[in-house]
């Protein structure tokens, strides 16, 4: 059922709509960002076309189709070649999935929902081949698509997920409805964090905020490695905010950051630096602001007294710098070092 799904009440009304006019396209384009429960609805969907105890126009989540549309099972793969070649399906015959198992969604992937959408659903009202990520085909995947797209069984649906919908061939998003989905409020995803007991209290409330609209993100967040990260980084704040900057701590605080077993997570910290600035920036302006750090948030409002509006944006404009040198082989200790003295100059 769809309540049981979060936030994106818009998306689920379009949905709900179609269910209940009879009218699901054959071809469907879920877009929005990443992590926002596009897959979950698509799941969703194909649920509702083929329970076999409907509540109104949507899935029961009792029967057996319901139990089974989910459980996607790794495609057939006889050895390494094979791999990239075919569907994966769900227990539900009539339900399946197109995902990388390569660099791209190949060709073949793409063939073999060509010809599997032209047989009659085995078990089920309906076929439902979902994609995603929909962005990620190669050229000839896409062509082939775009082939299957012009003469699509009135039985099957086609449901592309991507976050990138202007990679898509204009010729296929032509052919698709759209429904859109957005990035989900921090009270949406807190409430389900804490309904669903994975966090509770203060948590849930810090990994809502971090994640940015995303439950995907939420739900993988490893919220010691964040607190981790962000007591390297409001070393480096307090030491940005002395008068003057205290270079030496910020020194010593670049060989922390680039030390070899950090090198994996190097822009998670800059990430956490980012948020951390943020917040006192909002401190600054409004001591009752929203801020994403909210159990420290005493500790940033003594820091944001010097963090002028100038400062903070320069700052994250010093950071941003950097993140567009890692994109080439830079040397990040010769870099960071680089990042905190001009954000010591600013």
């Given at each position: 059922?769809?309540?049981?799904?979060?936030?994106?009440?818009?998306?689920?009304?379009?949905?709900?709509?179609?269910?209940?006019?009879?009218?699901?396209?054959?071809?469907?384009?879920?877009?929005?960002?990443e992590?926002?429960?596009?897959?979950?609805?698509a799941?969703?969907?194909?649920?509702?076309?083929?329970?076999?105890?409907?509540?109104?126009?949507?899935?029961?989540?009792?029967?057996?189709?319901?139990?089974?549309?989910?459980?996607?099972?790794?495609?057939?793969?006889?050895?390494?070649?094979?791999?990239?070649?075919?569907?994966?399906?769900?227990?539900?015959?009539?339900?399946?999935?197109?995902?990388?198992?390569?660099?791209?969604?190949?060709?073949?992937?793409?063939?073999?929902?060509?010809?599997?959408?032209?047989?009659?659903?085995?078990e089920?009202?309906?076929?439902?081949?979902?994609?995603?990520?929909?962005?990620?085909?190669?050229?000839?995947?896409?062509?082939?698509?775009?082939?299957?797209?012009?003469?699509?069984?009135?039985?099957?649906?086609?449901?592309?997920?991507?976050?990138?919908?202007?990679?898509?061939?204009?010729?296929?998003?032509?052919?698709?409805?759209?429904?859109?989905?957005?990035?989900?409020?921090?009270?949406?995803?807190?409430?389900?964090?804490?309904?669903?007991?994975?966090?509770?209290?203060?948590?849930?409330?810090?990994?809502?905020r971090?994640?940015?609209?995303?439950?995907?993100?939420?739900?993988?967040?490893?919220?010691?490695?964040?607190?981790?990260?962000?007591a390297?980084?409001?070393?480096?704040?307090?030491?940005?905010?002395?008068?003057?900057?205290?270079?030496?701590?910020?020194l010593?605080?670049?060989?922390?950051?680039?030390?070899?077993?950090?090198?994996?997570?190097?822009?998670?910290?800059?990430?956490a630096?980012?948020?951390?600035?943020?917040?006192?920036?909002?401190?600054?302006?409004?001591?009752?602001?929203?801020?994403?750090?909210?159990?420290?948030?005493?500790?940033?409002?003594?820091?944001?007294?010097?963090?002028?509006?100038?400062?903070?944006?320069?700052?994250?404009?010093?950071?941003?710098?950097?993140?567009?040198?890692?994109?080439?082989?830079?040397?990040?200790?010769?870099?960071?070092?680089?990042?905190?003295?001009?954000?010591a100059?600013?």
């Amino acid at each position: 059922m769809f309540d049981r799904l979060v936030g994106n009440a818009r998306a689920k009304g379009v949905l709900r709509r179609m269910l209940a006019q009879r009218r699901v396209p054959g071809a469907l384009l879920f877009a929005g960002e990443e992590s926002v429960g596009k897959f979950r609805f698509a799941v969703e969907l194909a649920k509702a076309l083929n329970c076999l105890t409907p509540q109104g126009v949507e899935a029961c989540d009792r029967c057996s189709a319901c139990a089974r549309v989910p459980n996607f099972q790794p495609p057939p793969a006889s050895d390494d070649k094979e791999r990239g070649r075919h569907i994966a399906w769900s227990g539900h015959q009539d339900v399946g999935l197109l995902r990388l198992e390569r660099s791209f969604i190949t060709v073949e992937q793409a063939r073999e929902v060509e010809r599997e959408s032209n047989f009659r659903p085995r078990e089920g009202r309906a076929r439902v081949f979902i994609i995603d990520p929909a962005e990620r085909m190669n050229a000839n995947a896409a062509n082939a698509l775009l082939k299957t797209l012009e003469d699509f069984a009135p039985t099957s649906h086609l449901i592309l997920v991507t976050s990138r919908p202007a990679s898509l061939l204009p010729t296929i998003r032509s052919r698709c409805q759209t429904v859109r989905f957005s990035p989900l409020a921090a009270e949406e995803i807190e409430k389900y964090l804490v309904a669903t007991k994975r966090r509770a209290g203060e948590d849930a409330r810090l990994v809502a905020r971090l994640a940015r609209g995303r439950l995907g993100e939420a739900l993988e967040l490893e919220l010691d490695a964040y607190r981790e990260r962000r007591a390297l980084m409001f070393g480096v704040l307090e030491a940005l905010a002395a008068s003057p900057s205290d270079t030496a701590r910020l020194l010593r605080a670049t060989e922390e950051l680039t030390d070899a077993k950090r090198k994996d997570g190097y822009e998670s910290y800059l990430d956490a630096l980012t948020a951390l600035v943020r917040d006192a920036w909002l401190l600054s302006a409004d001591p009752r602001a929203e801020i994403v750090n909210e159990d420290i948030r005493e500790r940033l409002a003594r820091l944001s007294v010097h963090v002028t509006n100038a400062r903070a944006a320069r700052w994250l404009s010093r950071v941003e710098e950097l993140r567009a040198q890692l994109a080439v082989n830079v040397n990040r200790r010769a870099a960071t070092d680089a990042l905190f003295l001009s954000m010591a100059a600013a």
